[in-house]
T-cell receptor, first 114, second 114 residues
Framework: DSGVTQTPKHLITATGQRVTLRCSPRSGDLSVYWYQQSLDQGLQFLIQYYNGEERAKGNILERFSAQQFPDLHSELNLSSLELGDSALYFC?????????????FGNGTRLTVT | QQQVKQSPQSLIVQKGGISIINCAYENTAFDYFPWYQQFPGKGPALLIAIRPDVSEKKEGRFTISFNKSAKQFSLHIMDSQPGDSATYFCAASRNGGSQGNLIFGKGTKLSVKP
């Protein structure tokens, strides 16, 4: 068990809708990362927060947004959903602000857009 | 564009054999090269990592070989076991700055036959 908790495990929704994915990092970890995993693209970095502030941005669409709250949990908001957004979304956490420290991944949220 | 190219896409090895997965990178600023292991239904978990100041790192049956001049690194699994059957991802990152996030290869699905 990595200590990173993601909810929900599965999410099925329709195109055009909005969903929120939640992540609780490992105790003591200040960084939270969001990754999207699809069969053809592999693991794609979306965004990183460190102690409540945005630290790095990757291939995150404008329809997607995230935040990290004072208690360090994070939420990823996906809006105007399209079929192509169907994927596994992983949250990871680490102690430091750099990804050169080990990342601890949750078990992911599987999003299906119909 | 920063990339990490991983091969092969899939690998079948007999129990007791050696599994070898290769990765190549482009950005010479990368200074951290981890390997992650992912079982079905789980998030990736750090297996072993290396920094460019060493050419080899061994942990149990798992060894990373690193060739800085060729910009390549590989994972060797000695005495492969059926329990090693999983998807393996190589990754790379550079410390610091807004680009300090892990870039993953597309993964290698390893099947170890009994």
């Amino acid at each position: 068990d990595s200590g990173v908790t993601q909810t929900p495990k599965h999410l099925i929704t329709a195109t055009g809708q909005r969903v929120t994915l939640r992540c609780s990092p490992r105790s003591g970890d200040l960084s939270v990362y969001w990754y999207q995993q699809s069969l053809d693209q592999g693991l794609q970095f979306l965004i990183q927060y460190y102690n409540g502030e945005e630290r790095a941005k990757g291939n995150i669409l404008e329809r997607f947004s995230a935040q990290q709250f004072p208690d360090l949990h994070s939420e990823l908001n996906l809006s105007s959903l399209e079929l192509g957004d169907s994927a596994l979304y992983f949250c990871a956490s680490s102690v430091g602000r750099s990804s050169n420290s080990p990342l601890h991944f949750g078990n992911g949220t599987r999003l299906t857009v119909t | 564009q920063q990339q990490v190219k991983q091969s092969p896409q899939s690998l079948i090895v007999q129990k007791g054999g050696i599994s070898i997965i290769n990765c190549a990178y482009e950005n010479t600023a990368f200074d951290y090269f981890p390997w992650y292991q992912q079982f079905p239904g789980k998030g990736p978990a750090l297996l072993i990592a290396i920094r460019p100041d060493v050419s080899e790192k061994k942990e149990g049956r798992f060894t990373i070989s690193f060739n800085k001049s060729a910009k390549q690194f590989s994972l060797h699994i000695m005495d492969s076991q059926p329990g090693d059957s999983a998807t393996y991802f190589c990754a790379a990152s550079r410390n610091g700055g807004s680009q300090g996030n892990l870039i993953f290869g597309k993964g290698t699905k390893l099947s170890v036959k009994p």
